[in-house]
């Protein structure tokens, strides 16, 4: 081969690894301790990876992460050791990892980490999921999404019980309208995260998906191991959460629509949601209003308040207007 064809294939061969370095996202991860996290990292750098998944890779990871939560922080090591045989970099810092990526997961499993961590990845204008809860309580998460729209960053947050197929089938209104619902999930407890918010917050976004918007008014009826909480809406439609401490752990619910009667889906693995997570990274387009976010965890800070007042009635109003109010006195004391 002549010299002249050997220089121009060197510089083509460059021109196609630039080409392809820069239609490949870089995703990074914070937090290696939930099984979202490994879950995530072999469905998208997995060798024989989906097709969909080609665009994709997680190039770096820092691990933490609880350190006070032990259930979550005991699977760091093992969880970094899986990260870094799938050629995910550990990093010392947040700092660290959000220079070498261009989208963020953040996936520490404990919500009271998430508004700082959050805010690191705010001031460095990357795109992110925050994984459930988007925080530990309502005043954090309205702080959240308040700050994400101060540095005008794209965020979103959900459970993955969302997309599952009947449930996305119920919310386009492919049975009809829905009348009402009754949705149930497992709820286990963690005192550190306001009640539903660690975990029962699966069965609560199922019931939301499913609903829509537009609670008014919640009550909650609970003994030692079981609570069912009961949500008005301003069209006179009631929805149902039964929070599931005891007996058979599953995801599901019954919802009535005007057709018929249809089964909500339970939980259908990662990848239902981690398709909507990718398609939010390639176009910054945010899947779910942060307003139904914060009316989610509204509903279950005012069956908090219920619980509080024995089964009281409480409006939703109510709660919303102070968890506002704590939330600005949480930004106020936020340093730029």
Request: charged share 25%; proline share 4%.
């Amino acid at each position: 081969m002549k010299p002249r064809i050997i220089v121009i294939s060197i510089i083509f061969l460059f021109i196609s690894a630039g080409l392809y370095s820069q239609d490949v996202i870089k995703l990074g991860i914070i937090g290696l301790d939930t099984s979202h996290s490994p879950a995530f990292i072999k469905l998208l750098n997995d060798k024989n990876a989906a097709e969909q998944y080609k665009g994709f890779k997680i190039v770096a990871a820092y691990p933490y992460g609880s350190k006070t939560i032990e259930s979550s922080a005991k699977r760091i090591p093992g969880y970094i050791e899986e990260a870094e045989n799938h050629e995910v970099k550990i990093t010392s810092s947040i700092a660290e990892m959000l220079k070498q990526v261009d989208c963020v997961l953040l996936e520490t499993n404990d919500g009271n980490l998430h508004l700082e961590q959050a805010l690191e990845v705010f001031k460095a204008g990357k795109p992110v999921f925050i994984d459930k809860p988007v925080a530990a309580n309502l005043a954090e998460a309205i702080a959240i999404f308040k700050l994400a729209k101060k540095y005008n960053v794209p965020v979103f947050s959900s459970s993955a019980l969302r997309y599952s197929p009947v449930n996305q089938e119920i919310r386009k209104g492919n049975h009809g309208k829905v009348i009402g619902a009754d949705c149930y999930s497992p709820d286990a407890y963690e005192p550190s995260h306001a009640d539903f918010t660690w975990y029962g917050i699966h069965g609560v976004e199922t019931l939301y998906t499913v609903m829509g918007t537009g609670c008014i008014e919640v009550s909650r009826l609970s003994t030692k191991d079981f609570s069912v909480v009961t949500g008005v809406w301003a069209d006179g439609r009631i929805g149902t959460f039964r929070s599931i401490r005891t007996g058979h752990n599953y995801f599901g619910g019954t919802v009535f629509c005007s057709t018929k009667v249809v089964q909500a889906d339970g939980y259908k693995g990662y990848g239902v949601l981690l398709d909507q997570i990718l398609q939010f990274f390639k176009t910054k387009e945010v899947p779910i209003d942060p307003e139904e976010t914060i009316e989610i965890f509204t509903f279950m800070e005012a069956s908090n308040e219920s619980k509080r007042q024995n089964g009281a009635p409480v409006l939703m109003e109510s709660i919303l207007e102070k968890g506002k109010l704590d939330a600005e006195r949480i930004l106020k004391n936020i340093k730029d």
